[in-house]
């Protein structure tokens, strides 16, 4: 006994917390790289109005934005398979996070991009450059650099996110806590989840508080 | 003597901004090695100008040709254009995320698609020539205003271009760095570059141009060689203009009329 929590169940439960960490880890890193992906090609088409993109853009972040993930879970999961697609928990997860996902990137890169100023364009411009070397040189760094504060602000929020999971059968955190507390020891597992979560998602908001820190220092981004 | 082959020349320019008309039926030319200053009253279309000679803008009539191809008739490829001619802005605009030589490089290996090696030894040997060789490395935001704008002409320098554009940029530059800045453009007229400059320092457009074309709302109202016109204007309006540049002796004139 340590301050009234049994340490020889939090030993026995430690391995099974610790493997639904990681999965939860992973899910979260694999949804969130492809949030970002989706979330750039989103706010470049409305950047640029590419016709039809750019409005195909705006309906899907509205409708990412203002849904609750865990009603994508169940589309993915309950959904699907009646035409047919089976997913499984682990993948509707990854694609569940990456769609509510994409929608809040695509807006953190679009203050990004509006705010490289016009006469930066300008200047990139007058050299010479092509729209993609533009882009890629000019614009995408000085947006990106902007648009940290917000990545992280996201990425923290989808990494909580992750604890709706459970609801398609991915043996995450909230899963093992909820299968372990109908035994009990409701103040170990509750512990041992809040640490949990703690140990993955307070590194990730440090490296993120060090980067902008950084950009600060550099005067690039806000 | 042989008459240089302009390398710009604009005619019968109109510029609009919707109802607003900026630029009307102006016509201009620059030879090869010549230097021409801009100068006129703020608001007059002297920016307006420079911007629709690198496709900043849209024209609304006329033509520009550029050693002697037009390039408003027919389909533009604006980003090759522009790399022949290379434009100086008044607030610098360096890219913040580049050192100096990054900033310098970029136009030259991307954009014309040449060495890294020979980009560098062009640009170090403009960057020594400027000053500002020890500075390479540094990022714009450890740069005074007069060095960032020395290395934003040395980075317009590199792309050879056919032409320079200046516009006012010397205008936010504390007093004591303007002189860095205009020296550096006085080399290039020694050494026959092509400019168009657009400038408030009138001592320095007096020194620098081989003519100088007055403006006022959007049209050239004189053009004549810098001696000429700074002592004696023909127009109402240039007079007026120049008087705004005339401090010295008034006190001594009103105590003499008392
Ligand atoms: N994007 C724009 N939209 C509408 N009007 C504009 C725009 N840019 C410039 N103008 C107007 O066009 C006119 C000419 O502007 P321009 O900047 O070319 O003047 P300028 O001669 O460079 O003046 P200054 O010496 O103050 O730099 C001004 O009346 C200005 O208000
Ligand atoms: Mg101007």
Redesign the interface.
């Known amino acids: 006994m340590f301050l009234g929590i049994e340490t020889e169940f939090i030993a026995k439960a430690l391995p099974l917390y610790g493997q639904a960490a990681w999965r939860t880890v992973w899910v979260a890193a694999c949804g969130v790289a492809l949030s970002l992906i989706i979330g750039l090609f989103c706010s470049l088409a409305r950047y640029y109005r590419i016709p039809g993109l750019k409005s195909l853009a705006a309906a899907y972040i509205e409708l990412a934005r203002n849904t609750p993930l865990m009603i994508h879970l169940f589309f993915l999961y309950y959904g699907l398979p009646r035409v047919g697609l089976t997913l499984d928990g682990i993948t509707c997860g990854v694609i569940g996070l990456a769609f509510l996902g994409g929608g809040y990137m695509a807006e953190a890169f679009r203050a990004g991009l509006e705010a490289v100023s016009r ?2 364009i ?10 993609r ?1 533009m882009v890629r ?2 614009i995408l ?2 947006a990106l ?1 902007v648009a940290v504060p917000a990545v992280a602000a996201n990425t923290i929020f989808l990494m909580k996110e992750t604890s709706v999971f459970s609801i398609v059968a991915v043996a995450d955190l909230v899963y093992v806590f909820r299968d372990l507390i109908k035994e009990g020891h409701s103040n170990e597992n509750l512990f041992l989840l809040t640490i949990f979560y703690l140990v993955i998602i307070l590194p990730v908001s440090i490296l993120f508080n060090r980067w902008e820190r950084r950009l600060r220092r ?3 981004g806000h | 003597m042989a008459v240089a082959r302009p390398v710009l020349k604009i005619t019968g320019l109109h510029k609009r901004y919707d109802q607003l008309e900026v630029i009307g039926n102006l016509s201009l030319e620059v030879r090869k090695g010549e230097v021409l200053v801009v100068i006129g009253p703020s608001g007059c279309g002297k920016s307006t100008l420079l911007r629709c000679i690198n496709g900043l803008e849209t024209i609304q009539g006329g033509d520009i040709e550029l050693n002697g191809q037009s390039i408003i008739v027919g389909h533009t490829r604006w980003n090759l254009v522009r790399q022949q001619i290379g434009m100086v802005f008044q607030s610098y605009d360096l890219f913040p995320h580049m050192t100096v030589l990054e900033n310098i490089l970029l136009g030259p290996m991307k954009a014309q698609g040449r060495e890294r090696a020979e980009a560098t030894k062009e640009a170090e040997a403009f960057l020594d020539r400027v000053g500002l060789l020890d500075r390479k490395d540094s990022f714009p935001r450890q740069l005074s205003g007069g060095q960032k704008q020395r290395v934003a002409i040395v980075r317009a320098l590199c792309m050879n271009p056919e032409i320079m554009l200046f516009d006012e940029v010397t205008a936010s530059l504390d007093p004591e760095m303007v002189r860095e800045v205009l020296d550096v453009i006085l080399g290039l007229a020694e050494q026959g570059m092509t400019m168009l400059i657009v400038t408030h320092e009138m001592a320095f457009a007096r020194a620098v141009a081989d003519k100088i074309v007055f403006m006022d709302q959007g049209s050239i109202v004189e053009s004549a060689p810098p001696d000429i016109f700074f002592q004696n204007p023909v127009s109402d309006r240039a007079r007026k203009f120049l008087n705004i540049f005339q401090f010295e002796g008034v006190k001594k004139e009103e105590r003499h009329n008392d």
């Open positions: 006469a930066q300008e200047s990139g411009l007058s050299l010479g450059l092509s729209r070397q040189y000019v760094p000085q650099a550099d005067g690039i």
